[in-house]
């Protein structure tokens, strides 16, 4: 409990200070939702004019290596079932160490008119992760991305379709560019949404499971969205955005009616140099997103909120983040297949209004040979179910890494993780999680 509220301590006075000063790293809401209003043309800042499409994308492959134990009963209720899911590799749980090509993107945006009042943004997904191979289970989803951009009225934009929510900046930010290859504990379990059916058997009180029938909704939602980033001095921006979601992420299906309304602001203090990720700046921001989700056909409130900032100068990085969580909440992945050789995994999730979590991340990233190599290093931590005894579990990570750019996002990330997991009311559980391992990862990232 001490540790939990130091934790919490430390993330939130940290946040604090940032946003007393009233400053924000790239302004992804722009960047994703609209086209650039000037470019640079012979050495000078010209009105963009250009209609026509932009192709890119990105690819991200590797070799994964887990070093924790699997532990699988011999005896017992349950007996074959495969306990450790945290020794798995994701998405599909069923191997230990491997190659990967863990995203491959493709996207084309661009706009409309040549006043720049109506932009469209697309992308599909070709890899294997939670989008296309939610737990193992395949998934005909391949579109992260579709929406168009009205510009035509001063002081907001309006964004229409599917798209990233505006929320946590680990979310927020371009996949592409963080030299980490796997999102930070409290990201994955709290805010990477997992959808079950409406059907999903409630195994114990308020505690639902059930396979897959979507993917993971990959930090976005259907709906519409109002943003405007606006300069409020010569090198300080405000960003005040707010959406109205369906609360099913990247499908149609398992609609409840509930929609799902996301509130965010922020605010960048500008040193200058570099754009997108490498905006040299400071940036305070805060988020909340609220809505409901049905199972059983009773609806269970889910709510987020949490604040952090980013700074970024002079090959320094630094940036923290607090999440907290409230109903409903990821309780991991379950084997329901006995066979001791083989593995069917479901999602559960703790869904009962009272439920709560919170976690959040610190790191420290550098440029010890500019724009070549960089040394980081990110601690973070989840408290899992803090109002349950038997259900609480405390994660903590400590990922050390080492990357080498060829040229700005195009690099090779190493990362090694220390991992440890408490159950500190459940003598039972704390058996299963003192399996758990360190992970090895080597990611290759090309950009084009």
């Keep these: ?111 409309f008119d040549k006043d720049n009042t109506l932009d469209y943004f697309f992308m599909t997904e070709l890899g294997e992760d939670g989008i296309t191979r939610p737990a193992g289970h395949p998934s005909s989803n391949y579109l992260t991305d579709a929406s168009i951009t009205y510009r035509g009225i001063p002081y907001v934009n309006v964004r229409l379709g599917q798209f990233k929510y505006p929320g946590s900046e680990e979310g927020l930010r371009a996949v592409f560019t963080s030299t980490y290859r796997n999102f930070s504990t409290a990201g994955s379990q709290l805010l990477l949404e997992r959808f079950l059916p409406n059907n999903a058997k409630e195994v114990s009180p308020g505690i639902f499971q059930a396979a897959p029938e979507q993917s993971v909704a990959a930090y976005r939602d259907r709906g519409v969205e109002l943003f405007h980033t606006e300069k409020i001095q010569p090198n300080v921006t405000m960003t005040l955005a707010g959406m109205v979601g369906s609360g099913t992420g990247l499908s149609s299906t398992n609609a409840s009616g509930n929609l799902t309304y996301y509130g965010y602001l922020a605010s960048e ?133 080492l990357s080498y750019h060829f040229k700005g996002p195009t690099r090779i990330d190493l990362n090694y993780a220390l991992r440890d997991a408490k159950a500190p009311g459940n003598a039972k559980a704390q058996k299963v999680l003192d399996n758990i391992g360190n992970l090895f990862s080597l990611q290759g990232t090309i950009k084009f």
């Design 1 to 111: 409990m001490r540790q939990r509220k130091t934790n919490k301590i430390i993330l939130s006075l940290a946040t604090a200070s940032v946003l007393s000063l009233g400053l924000h790293a790239a302004d992804w809401l722009s960047i994703a939702g609209t086209e650039p209003s000037f470019v640079k043309k012979g050495g000078q800042k010209v009105a963009n004019h250009n209609t026509k499409p932009h192709y890119w994308g990105f690819i991200q492959v590797g070799y994964q290596k887990d070093f924790g134990d699997i532990f699988v009963p011999g005896s017992g209720p349950k007996a074959g079932l495969n306990l450790t899911p945290f020794a798995m590799m994701t998405p599909s749980l069923n191997s230990q160490s491997g190659f990967e090509v863990n995203r491959a993107r493709l996207a084309v945006r661009g706009m």
């Design 269 to 401: 203090y500008l040193f200058g140099k570099g754009k997108g990720y490498y905006t040299q700046s400071l940036k305070g921001f805060a988020w909340y997103q609220s809505g409901k989700r049905q199972l059983n056909d009773t609806d269970y409130k889910r709510t987020r909120y949490g604040a952090g900032f980013n700074y970024f100068k002079d090959g320094l990085r630094i940036g923290a983040e607090y999440m907290k969580a409230e109903g409903m909440i990821y309780n991991g992945a379950k084997d329901v297949d006995s066979d001791p050789f083989g593995v069917n995994w479901q999602y559960q999730i703790a869904a009962d209004d009272s439920n709560e979590a919170d976690g959040g991340y610190f790191n420290v990233a550098y440029f010890f040979i500019p724009k070549k190599w960089e040394a980081m290093a990110r601690y973070d931590y989840l408290n899992r179910l803090t109002n349950s005894t038997a259900g609480k579990r405390e994660f903590k990570t400590t990922t050390l890494g």
